[in-house]
Protein backbone atom coordinates (compact mmCIF):
# COMPACT_ATOMS: atom_id res chain seq x y z
CA UNK A 1 0.00 0.00 0.00
CA UNK A 2 2.86 2.29 -0.04
CA UNK A 3 2.99 2.88 -3.32
CA UNK A 4 -0.38 4.72 -3.64
CA UNK A 5 0.73 7.25 -0.71
CA UNK A 6 4.50 8.01 -2.31
CA UNK A 7 4.83 11.58 -0.65
CA UNK A 8 2.86 10.25 2.50
CA UNK A 9 4.62 11.47 5.88
CA UNK A 10 4.99 9.87 8.98
CA UNK A 11 2.48 10.40 11.68
CA UNK A 12 5.36 12.08 13.86
CA UNK A 13 6.26 14.54 10.85
CA UNK A 14 2.57 15.41 10.79
CA UNK A 15 2.02 15.93 14.48
CA UNK A 16 4.67 18.43 14.30
CA UNK A 17 3.38 20.13 11.11
CA UNK A 18 -0.08 20.42 12.68
CA UNK A 19 -0.03 24.12 14.84
CA UNK A 20 1.48 25.57 11.76
CA UNK A 21 -1.17 24.23 9.30
CA UNK A 22 -4.05 24.72 12.50
CA UNK A 23 -4.57 28.16 11.65
CA UNK A 24 -5.35 28.04 7.64
CA UNK A 25 -7.21 24.75 8.43
CA UNK A 26 -9.65 26.85 10.86
CA UNK A 27 -9.91 29.42 8.04
CA UNK A 28 -10.88 27.04 5.24
CA UNK A 29 -13.76 25.42 7.78
CA UNK A 30 -14.36 29.07 8.58
CA UNK A 31 -15.25 30.04 5.10
CA UNK A 32 -16.81 26.94 3.21
CA UNK A 33 -17.11 23.39 5.90
CA UNK A 34 -19.40 25.06 8.05
CA UNK A 35 -23.21 25.76 7.03
CA UNK A 36 -26.04 27.80 8.70
CA UNK A 37 -25.19 27.80 12.38
CA UNK A 38 -27.37 25.94 14.94
CA UNK A 39 -26.42 26.47 17.90
CA UNK A 40 -24.47 23.38 18.55
CA UNK A 41 -20.89 23.37 17.11
CA UNK A 42 -18.29 20.35 18.03
CA UNK A 43 -14.67 19.09 17.17
CA UNK A 44 -12.76 16.84 18.17
CA UNK A 45 -8.63 16.59 18.18
CA UNK A 46 -7.09 13.41 18.86
CA UNK A 47 -3.35 13.52 20.37
CA UNK A 48 -0.84 10.71 20.58
CA UNK A 49 -0.25 10.22 24.20
Known amino acids: ?3 EFLDAISYDRAVELQPKAMAPLMML ?3 V ?3 ECTGI ?3 ALCRKL
Open 29 to 31: LKL
Open 1 to 3: MKA
Open 41 to 43: TFM
Open 33 to 35: GFG
